[in-house]
């Protein structure tokens, strides 16, 4: 099966589904199985995911783990989809195919649009221990970020690689002139997202675990965190905190356990 959008149909419309796969570009990131890569078509740029099959040996490590095992595009191109109606800001689908049912040997792209002028919240809030933004900056981010996990989890969708790195910052929308609300971010990599139609507080802490422990270079403090909290419930604080100590203190746990071995 290959689905394909109008803006791809004059370079790809009669491509059979191996010259998609073998389409190349500039590689962002390579593992067994799966290669990601930016390449143009006339005067756009796209980004391709191309899957290969991921093995057996794969699958059955991933399951001992008690991890679920990705094995397609498909769970990216469920969660996009999702994402999409819930007005939560993806990257969008021009392209998706499959060819296979032996879950070890299943061979699917997904393609979507580049973001045109964007950066990770990684990179942009890196310098912010030695050069605090402006509050308001701050501020906005926190809530924004807060206000796109909440979307998430409250539909039941996981995302498994929640790290700000995964959050892209549209640089246009920061324009001097341009009022600070108005900053939009993108979510990545949803290659291992969940989308469930019930609530876990296990994928949900671990989620929120890795948005503490991604952030701990960027300088925030208790009352960041704290903020975070309030607009993710979307409560007053007072009542957050007392009836969901012992949640948070698990995904701050978590976090820091998560911190100290990337650390050490």
Same mark, same amino acid.
């Given at each position: 099966?290959?689905?394909?959008?109008?803006?791809l149909?004059?370079f790809?419309? +009669?491509?059979?589904?191996?010259?998609?796969?073998?389409?190349?570009?500039?590689?962002?990131?390579?593992i067994?199985?799966?290669?990601?890569?930016?390449?143009?078509?006339?005067?756009?740029?796209?980004?391709i995911?191309?899957?290969?099959?991921?093995?057996?040996?794969?699958i059955?490590k991933?399951?001992?783990?008690?991890r679920?095992p990705?094995?397609?595009?498909?769970?990216?191109?469920?969660?996009?989809h999702?994402?999409?109606?819930?007005r939560?800001?993806?990257?969008h689908?021009?392209?998706?195919?499959?060819?296979? /049912?032996?879950?070890?040997? /299943?061979?699917?792209?997904l393609?979507?649009r580049?973001?045109?002028?964007?950066?990770?919240?990684?990179?942009?809030?890196?310098?912010?221990?030695?050069?605090?933004p402006a509050?308001? /900056?701050?501020?906005?981010?926190?809530?924004?970020?807060?206000?796109?996990?909440?979307?998430?989890? +409250?539909?039941?969708?996981?995302?498994?690689?929640f790290?700000?790195?995964?959050?892209?910052?549209?640089?246009?929308?920061?324009?001097?002139?341009?009022?600070?609300?108005?900053?939009?971010?993108?979510?990545?990599?949803l290659h291992?997202?969940?989308?469930?139609?019930?609530?876990?507080?296990?994928?949900?802490?671990? +989620?929120?675990?890795?948005?503490?422990?991604?952030?701990?270079?960027?300088?925030?403090?208790?009352?960041?965190?704290?903020?975070?909290?309030?607009k993710?419930?979307?409560?007053?604080?007072? +009542?957050?905190?007392?009836?969901?100590?012992?949640?948070?203190?698990?995904v701050?746990?978590r976090?820091?356990?998560?911190?100290?071995?990337h650390?050490?």
């Amino acid at each position: 099966m290959i689905i394909l959008s109008e803006e791809l149909k004059p370079f790809l419309k +009669d491509a059979p589904f191996e010259a998609i796969m073998a389409l190349k570009g500039d590689v962002f990131r390579t593992i067994p199985g799966r290669c990601t890569q930016r390449i143009q078509l006339g005067n756009h740029f796209y980004f391709i995911k191309q899957h290969r099959g991921v093995g057996w040996r794969e699958i059955i490590k991933n399951l001992l783990q008690w991890r679920l095992p990705v094995v397609s595009a498909k769970n990216e191109w469920r969660a996009l989809h999702e994402l999409k109606k819930l007005r939560v800001n993806v990257p969008h689908i021009v392209g998706y195919g499959y060819r296979g /049912l032996n879950p070890a040997c /299943l061979q699917s792209f997904l393609m979507t649009r580049a973001l045109p002028r964007h950066v990770s919240l990684e990179d942009f809030c890196g310098t912010w221990l030695k050069n605090p933004p402006a509050f308001i /900056l701050k501020k906005t981010l926190i809530e924004k970020v807060a206000e796109m996990a909440r979307t998430l989890h +409250d539909n039941g969708i996981y995302h498994r690689d929640f790290y700000i790195c995964h959050f892209l910052l549209d640089m246009a929308t920061l324009d001097p002139f341009a009022r600070v609300h108005h900053i939009q971010l993108y979510l990545i990599d949803l290659h291992r997202a969940l989308v469930r139609p019930f609530m876990r507080k296990r994928w949900q802490i671990k +989620d929120l675990a890795g948005l503490y422990f991604s952030s701990k270079e960027g300088g925030l403090t208790k009352k960041d965190l704290l903020r975070f909290i309030k607009k993710y419930r979307n409560k007053p604080l007072h +009542d957050v905190l007392n009836k969901e100590w012992c949640f948070w203190f698990k995904v701050k746990k978590r976090g820091d356990k998560l911190y100290r071995k990337h650390n050490t």
